[in-house]
């Protein structure tokens, strides 16, 4: 069979009496069989290393025997690869594998690329990377450059949301910020939050692509451009932030202390990437000054080895855990805060000296942190992390544990799970980070708002391996 193969822009043609290819469905984009010139083309992801990244290939071929069964090959290929209902493994270095459970084909996408995001390459990135992929699916793009801040937050206000199947954005996580809280401003908000949202790695901070494609493929476009075409909707909790009177949606962080100091205090360095944060963490020590913050939460769980072994359980058995939002959502608002900032019953006050405060969901919030390792994404809590202060040495030990989730074992690491907290400043001076975007260092309160949000996912579960401390 004469064998055309194009991989990625690059062609090249070689024969061979005896070609086999072996391809995991869930890497199957396309199969074509063109009756008039006798081909059969094959789109499909792969690797050319272990631990390499993913390509995206096209092979087509000359065929030789019935134009009947070739027709039929490509049509069955194609339902199994979409319709089916397989268990494939791409990411060999994850505990989970890739499901296929009746994904739509062709799926109408509303593409928002950030020029200038990250190192600036979002451009080239999708053209190179992304879009031969998605127009390989059948599926149809609306692509707009968002023009500076603010312009996906009133794209997605006023997204029409019948004319979509899912959002994928190609920036970092400042743009995810942007679209969520957008939708929290669209006439049907809830209805908006039911889009799914499919992020493609071109920012400074990509801790949601970390946490749906894991560490290995969380930077890698073809990756994240098969979880658009493939990804199946993942109901996730999202975080009401009360400030001032007014409330906006956070989807993954907020920091305080050292953590915020290093992500905003290294804005001007976003040509480095996200080697950035470990520039700043560095010299966050120097400094090593306290948070001036009293901490209040509603408590959950605080039992360290209780919520590893609740998420090895949810993990163990993990399935899709989507619930089709219903047929109509009309102009069902988002739900009211449930705590007043005044109620004291049943919180709990923590004000020891502390490096930072974290709080959140999703395990990474960079490559190198994992900071909430038994994060769910719909156990209806928010877990909180605060770092007691101690040593300029300690902290260097930890950030060693830090890309692996050690550090969660630490005794210096407080750990809980919360229905809700809040922030009282002691200082006039200090960060607040929210989803990486500059908030102000005032006083506020946040809640949880159970599985309002909707990601597509490759694994039904955040991508991320936590291990129990070794004794």
Same mark, same amino acid.
């Given at each position: 069979?004469?064998?055309?193969?194009?991989?990625?822009?690059?062609?090249?043609?070689?024969?061979?009496?005896?070609?086999?290819?072996?391809?995991?469905?869930?890497?199957?984009?396309?199969?074509?069989?063109?009756?008039?010139?006798?081909?059969?083309?094959?789109?499909?992801?792969?690797?050319?290393?272990?631990?390499?990244?993913?390509?995206?290939?096209?092979v087509k071929g000359q065929v030789k025997g019935s134009e009947d069964e070739a027709a039929e090959f490509s049509t069955t290929l194609l339902e199994k690869a979409y319709e089916g209902a397989v268990t494939c493994v791409t990411n060999t270095s994850l505990p989970i594998s890739p499901f296929v459970l009746g994904v739509k084909r062709n799926r109408r996408l509303?593409?928002?690329?950030?020029?200038?995001?990250?190192?600036?390459?979002?451009?080239?990135?999708?053209?190179?990377?992304?879009?031969?992929?998605?127009?390989?699916?059948?599926?149809?793009?609306?692509?707009?450059?968002?023009?500076?801040?603010?312009?996906?937050?009133?794209?997605?206000?006023?997204?029409?949301?019948?004319?979509?199947?899912?959002?994928?954005?190609? $920036? #970092?996580? !400042? &743009?995810?910020?942007?679209? +969520?809280?957008?939708?929290?401003?669209?006439?049907?908000?809830?209805? @908006? =939050?039911?889009?799914?949202?499919?992020?493609?790695?071109?920012? $400074? #901070?990509? !801790? &949601?692509?970390?946490?749906? +494609?894991?560490?290995?493929?969380?930077?890698?476009?073809?990756?994240? @451009? =098969?979880?658009?075409?493939?990804?199946?909707?993942?109901?996730?909790?999202?975080?009401?932030?009360?400030?001032?009177?007014?409330?906006?949606?956070?989807?993954?962080?907020?920091?305080?202390?050292?953590?915020?100091?290093?992500?905003?205090?290294?804005?001007?360095?976003?040509?480095?990437?996200?080697?950035r944060f470990f520039y700043g963490f560095l010299r966050g020590l120097i400094k090593f000054k306290s948070c001036a913050l009293e901490l209040s939460y509603k408590i959950a769980e605080e039992d360290k080895n209780t919520m590893f072994n609740t998420l090895k359980a949810r993990r163990e058995g993990t399935r899709p855990n989507y619930t089709p939002p219903a047929?109509?959502?009309?102009?069902?608002?988002?739900?009211?805060?449930?705590?007043?900032?005044?109620?004291?019953?049943?919180?709990?006050?923590?004000?020891?000296?502390?490096?930072?405060?974290?709080?959140?969901?999703?395990?990474?919030?960079?490559?190198?942190?994992?900071?909430?390792?038994?994060?769910?994404?719909?156990?209806?809590?928010?877990?909180?992390?605060?770092?007691?202060?101690?040593?300029?040495?300690?902290?260097?030990?930890?950030?060693?544990?830090?890309?692996?989730?050690?550090?969660?074992?630490?005794?210096?690491?407080?750990?809980?799970?919360?229905?809700?907290?809040?922030?009282?400043?002691?200082?006039?001076?200090?960060?607040?980070?929210?989803?990486?975007?500059?908030?102000?260092?005032?006083?506020?309160?946040?809640?949880?708002?159970?599985?309002?949000?909707?990601?597509?996912?490759?694994?039904?579960?955040?991508?991320?391996?936590?291990?129990?401390?070794?004794?």
């Amino acid at each position: 069979m004469a064998v055309e193969v194009d991989v990625q822009g690059k062609t090249r043609s070689y024969s061979a009496e005896d070609s086999h290819l072996r391809i995991p469905l869930y890497d199957v984009v396309s199969a074509d069989f063109n009756r008039e010139v006798k081909s059969l083309e094959l789109g499909y992801v792969t690797r050319r290393k272990k631990s390499g990244p993913l390509l995206f290939i096209r092979v087509k071929g000359q065929v030789k025997g019935s134009e009947d069964e070739a027709a039929e090959f490509s049509t069955t290929l194609l339902e199994k690869a979409y319709e089916g209902a397989v268990t494939c493994v791409t990411n060999t270095s994850l505990p989970i594998s890739p499901f296929v459970l009746g994904v739509k084909r062709n799926r109408r996408l509303k593409v928002l690329i950030n020029p200038n995001g990250g190192v600036g390459k979002a451009v080239p990135l999708f053209k190179l990377s992304v879009e031969p992929v998605l127009r390989a699916a059948g599926c149809s793009l609306d692509i707009v450059h968002t023009k500076g801040h603010g312009d996906a937050f009133d794209i997605a206000k006023n997204l029409p949301l019948d004319e979509f199947d899912a959002l994928l954005t190609v $920036s #970092g996580d !400042g &743009l995810i910020h942007e679209v +969520l809280n957008g939708f929290g401003k669209h006439p049907k908000p809830k209805k @908006a =939050l039911a889009i799914p949202v499919a992020p493609v790695p071109a920012g $400074s #901070g990509n !801790g &949601l692509s970390l946490n749906l +494609l894991g560490i290995e493929d969380g930077f890698d476009p073809v990756a994240a @451009a =098969l979880n658009a075409v493939k990804g199946k909707p993942m109901s996730i909790d999202i975080f009401s932030i009360t400030q001032n009177g007014e409330t906006s949606l956070s989807f993954m962080s907020q920091a305080l202390g050292l953590m915020a100091d290093l992500d905003l205090g290294t804005e001007h360095l976003r040509w480095m990437g996200d080697t950035r944060f470990f520039y700043g963490f560095l010299r966050g020590l120097i400094k090593f000054k306290s948070c001036a913050l009293e901490l209040s939460y509603k408590i959950a769980e605080e039992d360290k080895n209780t919520m590893f072994n609740t998420l090895k359980a949810r993990r163990e058995g993990t399935r899709p855990n989507y619930t089709p939002p219903a047929e109509d959502l009309g102009d069902v608002a988002l739900p009211k805060p449930r705590y007043s900032s005044t109620d004291n019953d049943g919180w709990t006050t923590f004000d020891k000296p502390s490096l930072f405060i974290y709080a959140g969901q999703g395990p990474y919030v960079g490559r190198d942190f994992m900071a909430f390792p038994v994060s769910l994404p719909d156990d209806g809590l928010i877990d909180i992390f605060v770092q007691a202060k101690s040593t300029r040495g300690d902290a260097i030990a930890m950030m060693d544990e830090a890309p692996r989730g050690g550090i969660y074992w630490n005794e210096n690491c407080h750990y809980i799970k919360a229905h809700a907290y809040r922030i009282r400043p002691l200082s006039k001076r200090g960060s607040l980070s929210v989803d990486g975007e500059r908030y102000p260092f005032e006083e506020f309160q946040v809640e949880v708002i159970p599985k309002l949000a909707t990601l597509l996912s490759p694994y039904g579960c955040y991508a991320a391996e936590f291990k129990r401390q070794e004794s």
